[in-house]
């Protein structure tokens, strides 16, 4: 079974920064992809950003040049720079891991509140 916890989420003003850290542990021989959805009030739950085990990155157009994602496979952690904030990053953020050999997990989402 696997544990992940997240912290750093919050308010901020926009054009402010924040940064998302997601910590697993447990039985974890080791992990696949690792990264970060969204979802808004209202709104589908969407990708974020993802990073594979091998450091391959993707993100959605909307963060594309605003936001980083990076990983440590020792300390299994994978952490989101999220700069230049603005209204519509508004939401609850929540950490997945895709570990080998288990399913998918998800952390329990942190509030991310950007004010104008």
């Known amino acids: 079974q696997v544990q992940l916890v997240e912290s750093g989420g919050g308010l901020v003003q926009a054009g402010g920064s924040l940064r998302l850290s997601c910590a697993a542990s447990?039985?974890?021989?080791?992990?696949?992809?690792m990264g970060w959805y969204r979802q808004a009030p209202g709104k589908q739950r969407e990708l974020v950003a993802g990073?594979?085990?091998?450091?391959?990155?993707n993100y959605a157009d909307s963060v594309k040049g605003r936001f980083t994602i990076s990983r440590d496979n020792v300390k299994n952690t994978v952490l989101l720079q999220m700069n230049s904030l603005n209204s519509e990053d508004t939401a609850v953020y929540y950490c997945?891991?895709?570990?080998?050999?288990?399913?998918?997990?998800w952390g329990q989402g942190t509030q991310v509140t950007v004010s104008s």
């Open positions: 997945y891991v895709d570990p080998v050999g288990l399913p998918v997990d």
């Open positions: 990073i594979s085990s091998g450091g391959k990155t």
């Open positions: 447990g039985s974890i021989f080791r992990i696949n992809s």
